[in-house]
């Protein structure tokens, strides 16, 4: 059974980092392309960024180019999305992707 579980959110002032880190089991990453989302309150849930099976491409929503960056680990079968110079508008439910699967989704908050 996939299953994917997202860590690494919390509260950070503008202009902080994040790492959030999206754990997967029941597949190795090599199987599958792997995407962020987040949902923002009020808002529809939308693309973030994505890294190929083989981890050789990556690909970014406009407003994340520059910013954020999608990698990796196949010995800890974990993708991370490090995000640099956040922002208020980038408070949201982030959630990763496996196919159909879901992770549960981990709360980053950006406010001083």
């Known amino acids: 059974q996939l299953q994917l579980v997202e860590s690494g959110g919390e509260l950070v002032q503008p202009g902080g980092s994040l790492r959030l880190s999206c754990a997967a089991s029941?597949?190795?990453?090599?199987?599958?392309?792997i995407g962020w989302f987040r949902q923002a309150p009020g808002k529809e849930r939308e693309w973030v960024s994505c890294?190929?099976?083989?981890?050789?491409?990556?690909y970014y929503a406009d407003s994340m180019k520059g910013r954020f960056t999608i990698s990796k680990d196949r010995a800890k079968n974990t993708v991370y999305l490090q995000m640099n110079n956040l922002k208020p508008e980038d408070t949201a439910l982030y959630y990763c992707?496996?196919?159909?699967?879901w992770g549960q989704g981990i709360q980053v908050t950006v406010s001083s």
């Open positions: 029941g597949f190795t990453l090599d199987d599958y392309a």
């Open positions: 890294i190929s099976s083989s981890g050789g491409s990556t």
């Open positions: 992707k496996a196919d159909t699967t």
